[in-house]
């Protein structure tokens, strides 16, 4: 076996209702609560704020986070924490939501200026009691050292760094059962992209990450389709939240690479929501990627294709982006850049773009250049 490391994930709070328990585990004193104006209006965070009320940590409720929150949004949320004099940060939501509470917890308690720690274990100070309470599934943001926020330019700039790893996280499927189908999607499709990305992470895989994967993706590819079509279907919606969560503990310590690095340009510049810019790119990703990660890919094929096994390598790594294909289709997500109004001659700007994506570029199993990258947006037109 080759030597590796691997870090475990925040500790674990799993069933119905079971955010309202995190009072218990967190500091007592002031709670920043960093959330999104459509989950406090939907109701979903009402219990856990009232148990964290009636236990004496008086929640602070920052509910202005938008979609890929913004470093002006970040700020407000450090300003609303530092002047409530907060212990503790409690970040409810989807991805957006606990990247900013994550970062707010490490900013307001060790003092660090955020621009002297972009980039892999630039922080290394304390922060505040945090739990992160997912109601996607997801980035599995719950369960990793990563935080994204988009800065000037629509540049998406990341932190990671083990401080950024939450105390406590609660998977409690209950608080995705509203979530509309493409939201379903589209995070399910972000899910499924960690877990083949880890897999294939050329720098970092790892045999711990390699089991996280492989259980992650047969979760979340039996049940995607299940909980886009039947969103009140319980188990379901249970087997997308923990995938989800496993395939963050699997990318945690084997980081994504190719896919994610052309999908942020078409975030940052075009606002399309993160698992959507993921699902343009991951068929022409993995074809390019294809001779190189050959055997790993038709490894993964037969989780998603029982069966297989007695084909060739070439044809099993063939079959596994087809399926993957397929289930986006079926899923309803557009899967052109046409589609969302993207000209064909913006590849060679989102190709530059995507080269700044160095931290993700180093993962894939092979060199993606520049010209490649042209090429594979001009395929995704
Ligand atoms: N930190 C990480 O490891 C990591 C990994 C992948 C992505 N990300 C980042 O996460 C962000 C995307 O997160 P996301 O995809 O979870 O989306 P999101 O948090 O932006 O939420 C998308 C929308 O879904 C709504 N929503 C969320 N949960 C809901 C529910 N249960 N019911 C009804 N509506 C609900 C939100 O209100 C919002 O309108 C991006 O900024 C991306 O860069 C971070
Ligand atoms: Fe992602």
Known sequence: MHSFTFHPGPRIIAGAGKAADLAAFLPPGPCLFISDEQLVGLGLTDACREA??????????????????????LERAVEAGRSAGAVSVVGFGGGSPMDVAKLAAYLLGSGDDLDSIWGVDQAHGQRLALALVPTTAGTGSEATPISIITCEGGVKMGVVARPLVADWAVLDAMLTLGLPRDVTAATGIDAIVHAIEAFTSARLKNPLSDALAREALRLLGENLLTACE???NVAAREAML???????????NAPVAGVHALAYPLGGL????????????LRHVLQH??????????????????GCEGEGTQARAALLIDRLDQLARKTGIALRLRDYGISFDEAPVLAREAMKQTRLLVNNPCPIEEEDARRLYEAAW
């Open 52 to 73: 964290l009320g009636e236990s004496g940590r008086e929640p602070i409720l920052f509910d202005r986070v938008e979609a890929d929150p913004s470093r002006a949004t």
């Open 230 to 232: 039947e969103p009140g």
């Open 242 to 252: 923990l995938g989800a969560h496993l395939a963050g503990l699997a990318f945690a």
């Open 270 to 281: 075009h606002h399309l929501p993160h698992g959507v810019s993921n699902a343009l790119m």
């Open 289 to 306: 990627n294809s001779e190189a990660a050959r055997e790993h890919y038709a490894e993964l094929a037969g989780i998603l294709s029982p």
